[in-house]
Each structure stands twice: as C-alpha cells, then as structure tokens.
C-alpha cells in the first residue's frame, strides 16, 4: 500500500511516496484522519488504510463502518436530487404527458458512472433502510456481476418497511459478460459469473417483492 502527497516548495511541487507500512501506528491514525474529502472518497481511503496492519484495522473499524454508512448516505442523496431533474408518467397523465417525479418515490443513479464499489454503497443503503424512494434507477452505469452480488446481498438483508418496490439496471456492465457469443471460450466464464449473480439478483427481489428489470 502507497501514500502519495504533493508538497509546494517555491513554487514548485514534489511528490512524496511512502509505504504505508513502514510508518508508526500514531502516524497512521493521523493519516486516517484526514482522508478524503467527499464522503466516498473518505471511505475508500479508510478502508484502504485498514488493510495495512491488524492493529489499523482494529483502530478504524468503527470509523470504516460510520463512514460506510455516510457514502451510502451521501449516494443516495444524489440519487433523490438527480430525480427532481427526472420524468415519469404519473397515473394521471400517462396518456398525454409526464410528470416530474417527486424525489421520495425515485432515486435516480442513471448515467453516473456507477461501479461495483458504489454497488456496494447502495447495497448497505438497502439493507439499512438508508434508501426511502421506492424506484431506483441504475441504467447506463459501470456494474459488473461484483456489483450484482451486493445488490443482492442488500436486497436479502432489506428490512420489512423498506420503501424500495422496483430496481433497474439496463445497460450495464454486466450486460456485456451476458451478451458475449456463446461460442467465444474467453467469455464464458465471464458469462457464467454474470448470468450466477443475475440469478442471485432476481431471486432476492423476488424475496422482497421488488421488481427487478435488469435490461431496463
């Protein structure tokens, strides 16, 4: 594991590398303290440092875990901004027009660069109750069959009172493994991976009611 710091001197920059494990536990702590800025970024840094040495690991557990639970927090905030940009048809307009969406029913993710690490976020927001819209929308992101399984780890452990009702995920990484040519052999055991952690996805909707559209 590496730290990398830039430090101005005159005008000019240098850049610092150190290895994490080389540096004195107080050092570390200290380190820890001051990493990241956006709450997701804050919780990568923490979870990156954790791994250097058990003692850092059991020193930052709580605050891994708190700033877990905060970049899920923060994600799915964004998700209910972004939704009172969003258009979908309301009950009394579907047969002339649409209607902004009001943020507590959609949490819009769509065409946000999403990966499987922010999959993750938004499988501990499920499976605390963080997330109170009852769509979400994650098309047009980066999410692999990782991300999928946490998905579906998060619907399986989602409370009773949980608001969510629909999950789509069109156009996702995922979708590439899927769609690979049967008779190409590199792909498939990607295909395999994917077409496991679809299966895991859908029957944990199931599980919870939720409908899940995975090409949509």
């Known amino acids: 594991s590496r730290l990398l710091g830039v430090v101005s001197e005159g005008g000019r920059s240098a850049g610092i590398l150190l290895m994490l494990?080389?540096?004195?536990?107080?050092?570390?702590?200290?380190?820890?303290r001051h990493t990241g800025t956006r709450p997701?970024?804050?919780?990568?840094?923490?979870?990156?440092?954790?791994?250097?040495?058990?003692t850092l690991r059991e020193a930052l557990r709580q605050s891994v875990a708190d700033s877990a639970r905060a970049a899920a927090l923060d994600l799915v905030q964004?998700?209910?901004?972004?939704?009172?940009h969003s258009v979908v048809p309301t009950q009394q307009s579907e047969r002339s027009s649409s209607a902004t969406a009001p943020s507590q029913l959609?949490?819009?993710?769509?065409?946000?660069?999403?990966?499987?690490f922010d999959a993750e976020l938004l499988a501990l927001a499920i499976a605390k109750n963080l997330l109170r819209a009852q769509s979400?929308?994650?098309?047009?992101?980066?999410?692999?069959?990782?991300?999928?399984?946490?998905?579906?780890?998060g619907l399986r452990k989602a409370p009773e009172t949980s608001p969510l009702r629909s999950l789509s995920l069109g156009g996702n990484e995922f979708?590439?493994?899927?769609?690979?040519?049967?008779?190409?052999?590199?792909?498939?055991?990607?295909?395999r991976k994917a077409e496991r952690a679809l299966a895991r996805a859908q029957q944990a909707a199931r599980h919870r009611k939720?409908?899940?559209r995975p090409h949509s």
């Open 136 to 153: 979400l929308w994650l098309q047009g992101n980066r999410i692999g069959p990782v991300g999928l399984n946490s998905l579906a780890l």
């Open 21 to 32: 494990d080389s540096l004195c536990d107080d050092t570390l702590l200290e380190v820890a």
């Open 78 to 84: 964004f998700g209910a901004r972004n939704a009172s």
């Open 210 to 212: 939720v409908v899940l």
């Open 175 to 191: 979708h590439r493994a899927l769609d690979a040519p049967a008779a190409d052999v590199r792909a498939r055991r990607s295909r």
């Open 106 to 116: 959609l949490c819009n993710l769509s065409h946000a660069s999403l990966t499987d």
């Open 40 to 54: 997701r970024d804050r919780y990568a840094g923490l979870r990156m440092l954790s791994c250097v040495c058990t």
